[in-house]
């Protein structure tokens, strides 16, 4: 089972990036993929996560609601974060991580993403400044 995030880079602020996770060695669309930030000397935090396909449910961090989407190519094994007008505070190490044979139920919705991750892919570095 691996998680692979790309798609990082450094950008001005109200440019755009796009995420990727690469799952292997298992299906993404079962399972509830989660987009997470650790800003330096921060806590890692959750920015959005989407449940499992046939339910597509999607959460988002009020500070990225508007600027980022979550989306899933399951032809592709993939799940998406299209960022735009990205900010300084959007900088930090960007991971993914799915809740493959979790301990519960992932509950997530417009205000909550609560799902036993337990795969995590390395991070993928972002950068905002000018």
């Known amino acids: 089972v691996q998680l692979q995030a790309s798609g990082g880079g450094s950008v001005q602020p109200g440019g755009s990036l796009r995420l990727s996770c690469a799952a292997s060695?298992?299906?993404?669309?079962?399972?509830?993929i989660g987009w997470f930030r650790q800003a330096p000397g921060k806590e890692r935090k959750e920015v959005s996560c989407i449940s499992k396909s046939r339910d597509d449910r999607i959460y988002y961090s009020e500070s990225v609601k508007g600027r980022f989407t979550i989306s899933r190519d399951s032809a592709k094994n993939t799940v998406y974060l299209q960022m735009n007008n990205l900010k300084p505070e959007d900088t930090g190490v960007y991971y993914c991580?799915?809740?493959?044979?979790?301990?519960?139920?992932?509950?997530?919705?417009?205000?909550?993403?609560?799902?036993?991750?337990?795969?995590w892919g390395k991070g993928t570095q972002v950068t905002v400044s000018s």
């Open positions: 060695g298992f299906t993404s669309h079962y399972t509830a």
């Open positions: 991580a799915t809740d493959l044979e979790g301990a519960y139920t992932p509950a997530i919705s417009t205000t909550e993403c609560d799902a036993a991750f337990n795969y």
